[in-house]
């Protein structure tokens, strides 16, 4: 994924960061693999094109966000949560979640089934 800056959380720390970012949890945690991102990043642009509000910077610019991915398992189904993020607050966002309420469009969750190829569940922060 060249130009992209994104971390795969482990299996292992996927519940925390899942956690601290939604406030939630599943059932079943998993390591993505790299071919499944590398599907997601070719897929997200037009995705982000058809659902983002047209002024969004999500839509123009997103090789300035960097991202976290977790693996997650909904309703049955392996999903990647990918979490976007284009400010870190300060924090090591290799070694720590990034969660914001109210950044604006600087961050952003959705979720990616890498068996249809579809994403789901698009979250932009409010405010800004």
């Not at 970012?21 to 599943?26: A, D, F, K, N, V």
């Not at 058809?50 to 398992?73: F, W």
Request: contains cysteine; glycine residues 10%; charged residues 25%.
């Amino acid at each position: 994924m060249p130009g992209v800056q994104g971390l795969i959380v482990g299996e292992a720390e996927a519940g925390r960061f899942y956690a601290a970012i939604t406030g939630g949890t599943s059932p079943h945690y998993w390591t993505p693999e790299k071919a499944h991102l590398i599907d997601l990043e070719t897929r997200i642009g037009a995705y982000l094109r058809s659902k983002a509000p047209p002024t969004s910077k999500l839509r123009k610019d997103l090789r300035s966000y960097r991202r976290q991915y977790i693996g997650i398992v909904r309703e049955e189904r392996r999903v990647v949560f990918a979490n976007f993020f284009c400010e870190t607050n300060r924090q090591d966002w290799t070694r720590k979640p990034i969660a914001v309420d109210d950044g604006g469009d600087c961050f952003f969750q959705l979720q990616f089934d890498p068996e249809k190829h579809a994403f789901s569940g698009l979250v932009i922060q409010k405010g800004g």
